[in-house]
């Protein structure tokens, strides 16, 4: 089935180079020139993912990918003409599965949809866990601190058994974790690990994704057990940790 892309820019120049160009990649792409025309797209076809401009006027980028966020699966990449990190951050915080700055190489955005793409398909083919709660047979489940992940269900699970959100790199890198207790890992082999090579080593985005993580997982965000920091060589996940005192 031919994926849906959705780009969302306020100018039309950029809309119609990402639509003629995904579209001759064998892509079916919609354009929106803000949160409004989005909405109204997403409502008759859903899309496994946005393309979205940072600042546009009215609703920017950061509004509409924590809408998308809350909402929906669907995988986002945010532009942005602006060199400062911080909106990088901002994305990231917000959930974010990658980032690029304007100008583009329209190749290289490609390469990111389609790495992107993969990692939103492995999550929304998933398995979904079983309606009373009770786990499958072949089921896979690490407690992580406060939660449980479930590795064949692709699910990050709190006390209660309600499903917390997580994006597709959020999933990948507690898979990384949950696949190596004890060992420490240091940004590069995360990255490379949780199959997101195309990614700057800016790389504090694993930091940032390691932050959101922490505050799901964590009895103590402020004071992590469960993805410790190893200074100066990386994170590492210590099973059995994380408990209340």
Known sequence: ???????????AEIRELL????SGHGFEVSTADGGAAMRAILAEKPAQLAILDLRMPGEDGFALARWLRQTTRIGIIMLTASSDNIDRIVGLELGADDYMSKPFDPRELLARVRSVLRRVEEVTAAPQPAVDGTPDATDS?????????????RRLLDSDGAELPLTAMEFDLLRVFAERPGRTLSRDQLLDLAHNKDMEAFDRSIDLRIMRLRRKIEWDPGQ?????TVRGLGYVFTPGKGSPA
């Open 224 to 228: 992590p057990e469960v993805l410790k």
């Open 141 to 153: 489940r690490v407690p992580m601190g406060r939660c449980v992940l479930d590795l064949e269900a």
């Open 19 to 22: 639509q003629d160009y995904l």
């Open 1 to 11: 089935m031919t994926q849906h892309l959705i780009v969302v820019d306020d100018e």
